[in-house]
T-cell receptor
Framework: DSGVTQTPKHLITATGQRVTLRCSPR?????VYWYQQSLDQGLQFLIQYYNGEERAKGNILERFSAQQFPDLHSELNLSSLELGDSALYFC?????????????FGPGTRLTVL | SQKIEQNSEALNIQEGKTATLTCNYTNYSPAYLQWYRQDPGRGPVFLLL?????KEKRKERLKVTFDTTLKQSLFHITASQPADSATYLC?????????FGTGTSLTVIP
């Protein structure tokens, strides 16, 4: 158990809908990262937040947004969902702001868009 | 953009042998490179980090090398066990993004 929690574990929704994925980092970690993992794309970095501020940005679509709250939990919002958004979404956390710090991954949220 | 390539084919080895996985990268000179293990349906687990000024790093049965001239890292598991069967990912960051390789699937046969 990495200490990172993600909810929900599974999410099934329809095209065009909007969903919110939630992540709680390990106690003491200030950075939260979001990743998307699909069979054809592998593990893709989406975005990093550090202590409430956006720190680094990857290949995150404009339909996706994230934020980190004062209690350090983070939410990833996915809107206007498409079939291709079906994937495993992982959250990770680390102590510092530097992106190459050891990252601790949560169990993931499996999103299925029908 | 950054490109990271790992052994595209699955690797099957006999228990007790040494597994060697390769990670090649282009278009960047990272100061750090990391290796993670991922089991099916689970999040990656951090294994090792090696810095550009470190040629080699060891942790128990794991050994990582980092050749910045060749732009390559090798990941070795000695005395492999069936429990080592998993997908192994290399990863590097450039300060603004974090990139993972596609991973190499390792199966250790008893």
């Amino acid at each position: 158990d990495s200490g990172v929690t993600q909810t929900p574990k599974h999410l099934i929704t329809a095209t065009g809908q909007r969903v919110t994925l939630r992540c709680s980092p390990r106690s003491g970690d200030l950075s939260v990262y979001w990743y998307q993992q699909s069979l054809d794309q592998g593990l893709q970095f989406l975005i990093q937040y550090y202590n409430g501020e956006e720190r680094a940005k990857g290949n995150i679509l404009e339909r996706f947004s994230a934020q980190q709250f004062p209690d350090l939990h983070s939410e990833l919002n996915l809107s206007s969902l498409e079939l291709g958004d079906s994937a495993l979404y992982f959250c990770a956390s680390s102590v510092g702001s530097v992106i190459h710090n050891e990252q601790f991954f949560g169990p993931g949220t499996r999103l299925t868009v029908l | 953009s950054q490109k990271i390539e790992q052994n595209s084919e699955a690797l099957n080895i006999q228990e007790g042998k040494t597994a060697t996985l390769t990670c090649n990268y282009t278009n960047y000179s990272p100061a750090y490179l990391q290796w993670y293990r991922q089991d099916p349906g689970r999040g990656p687990v951090f294994l090792l980090l090696i810095r550009e000024n470190e040629k080699e790093k060891r942790k128990e049965r794991l050994k990582v090398t980092f050749d910045t001239t060749l732009k390559q890292s090798l990941f070795h598991i000695t005395a492999s066990q069936p429990a080592d069967s998993a997908t192994y990912l290399c990863a590097l960051g450039d300060g603004n993004q974090f990139y993972f390789g596609t991973g190499t699937s390792l199966t250790v046969i008893p």
